[in-house]
């Protein structure tokens, strides 16, 4: 069994950015990685106003990592620009979180979602 750092646990347990945006709304872009047969899948939802986050939900289905990162990721991007987001790595939500290197792959998913 996988331990994970208290970070990992109240990102997890956080559903302040859990939903969706409308993806019909032309400031709303959505993206997604992984799938529901292989265990771990991300989706996020932003909105934008002139290349800056203005609001973020996502959706993620997996493992405490997967789903943390995703929480992460969202509380992390909130009102940054397009670009700052952009610089946003894997390695740095590994850090964040203390993910043990097993579960590298989750944060790989969040970026690739994102």
Not at 85 to 94: A, F, G, L, P, Q
Request: with cysteine.
């Amino acid at each position: 069994m996988i331990s994970y750092d208290e970070k990992v646990q109240q990102h997890f347990c956080c559903s302040e950015f859990v939903g969706e945006l409308d993806v019909t709304q032309p400031d709303v872009f959505f993206g997604s990685a992984g799938t529901y047969g292989s265990g771990d899948m991300v989706q996020f939802y932003v909105r934008l106003d002139l290349q800056r986050i203005i609001d973020v939900k996502y959706k993620a289905h997996g493992s405490c990592a997967t789903i943390a990162a995703a929480n992460w990721m969202a509380k992390k991007i909130q009102n940054l620009s397009v670009e700052q987001v952009k610089k946003i790595t894997w390695k740095e939500i590994c850090y964040a979180l203390e993910l043990p290197d097993v579960r590298k792959h989750s944060a790989l998913l969040v970026i690739d979602a994102l």
